[in-house]
């Protein structure tokens, strides 16, 4: 037997049936399984557990590689004060889903020149992330007779401990280094390109609040360093993100009371160069993550060598980090639930749920202990609203994407 993740709280059965934004999961897959159901009343309530918790100076961007689909889009561009976008196809999106440009910002290292032209055209800030970018978004600007919003992409000295992705510290393709940074500041104000600050990114997925919290005083420390070294002021500072949710058996959420109580005490004393800044953190994970359910249905129950393996429609296809192939090194269970028998008793005898592909890799959930599933049934696999439909290879093997619902 091998243990699941937690169930994300909030989830609850209604006669054998786990709801999802009220809908049972039974009427969510009459129309077809897989399914992805995003839950907006959990949405709502993630963003403004956040608000309570965090500083009312700082503003709450949804980065939105999380999860682009549309319905949610329009419905988290109400809920927070920005999106951060990383490809021109994202920057359409959160056009279409409403966004104000003036609240959207670009990051990413391979912008291309109509990238840049989309961004500098429709007032989308770029946070630039090198010396070559600056110099081609000037220019662009320049032909286009448009002033472009120019932040700096830091590449900071430090990662957030413990984090799941390391995107700071060191040698990296993304940001600028810190040392070259002062003077790309200036040269940048003294172009007359509307100067919009830093952008300060240290990693992902940290579940640890004193870690958080030690990023956070670091990035603040830097931002500072960087305005003062520059002599220039700082309109918007980004400080990342990084805030993970529980996947995995032993993990246990983040503690925002008191990410949130360092935060606020942080900001209350920062030097007169940041004293008017405009503070953000950009979430996606946290915000999306743990609202979002993947249904499957079974197709066939199996047995192999005395064990019992639960075929699903569904796979790696569309949530590739289920599978544990998505950037984990060892593989473990996501939470994982029959939907039409939730609640009730777990056999004594382990179960295996599999996707459909043809590949030994597809494994939504290995020798797990849950109620006896027949084939007819839905399991539903958890902490499916991030890094799901858009981030797994919904090509490979030619079964096509699944729907997604918000509810
Ligand atoms: C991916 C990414 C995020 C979102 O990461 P989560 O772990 O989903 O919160 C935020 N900012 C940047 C720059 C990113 O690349």
Redesign the pocket.
Known sequence: MKPMGPIPAGFAGSNGELLIGGCTASDLAREGTPVFAYDRAMLAARVASLREAMPGRLAMHY?M??NPHPALLRYMAELVDGF?I?SGGELALALEAGMDADRISF?GPGKDDGEIEAAIRTGVTLNTESAAEIRRALAIGESLGTVPRLAI?VNPSFDIKGS??K?GGGAKP?GIDAALVPDLAREIVASGAVWRGF?I?AG??ALDAEAVIATQAATLALAAELAEAAGVDVPHCNL?????IPYFPSDTPLDLTAVGAALGDALASMPDRLADTQFAI??????V?EAGVYLTRVLDVKESHGEIFVVTDGGLHHQLAASGNFGTVVRRNYPVAVANRFGEPAINQEQTVVGRLCTPLDILANKVTLPEIRVGDLVAVFCAG??GASASPAAFLGHGPARELLV
């Open positions: 980065a590689k999380a951060d990383a990051a992409r799941g992705m995107m993304f952008h990114y992902s997925q990342g993100g990084g805030f993970g950009e979430l996606g994970r946290y915000l993550g991030a890094y």
